[in-house]
């Protein structure tokens, strides 16, 4: 079992910077590959950016390539998704999620979510 607690969300301009955090319990985080994804009301959750148990890959939404770094620490338990030259168009509910195995964030569904964050980007 694996629980997850996002937060760093908040009201930003455009073309400004958050870091959202997102802290996991349980003793096997490197085990698990984690990811972002976002959601906006009336539209499905998407994909943002994933990181392998290592940190060694990741890989990210073509919307958000350039822009957003996605990062752990094993040590703290934690990932990290920093987020630069925000957009409205960035503006979501962003969840944080784990799963041993890699691939199924593309396409698929990770076992484990958080609660989500809100970020809200003005112009």
């Known amino acids: 079992q694996v629980q997850l607690v996002e937060s760093g969300g908040g009201l930003v301009q455009a073309g400004g910077s958050l870091r959202l955090s997102c802290a996991a319990s349980?003793?096997?985080?490197?085990?698990?590959?984690m990811g972002w994804f976002r959601q906006v009301p009336g539209k499905e959750r998407e994909f943002v950016a994933h990181?392998?148990?290592?940190?060694?890959?990741?890989y990210y939404a073509d919307s958000v390539k350039g822009r957003f770094t996605i990062s752990r620490d094993n040590a703290k338990n934690t990932v990290y998704l920093q987020m630069n030259m925000l957009k409205p168009e960035d503006t979501a509910v962003y969840y944080c999620?784990?799963?041993?195995?890699?691939?199924?964030?593309?396409?698929?569904?990770?076992?484990?979510w958080g609660q989500g964050t809100q970020v809200t980007v003005s112009s």
């Open positions: 999620a784990a799963d041993r195995a890699y691939t199924v964030f593309i396409g698929g569904r990770p076992q484990y």
């Open positions: 349980g003793r096997t985080f490197s085990s698990y590959a």
């Open positions: 990181i392998s148990w290592s940190g060694t890959n990741t």
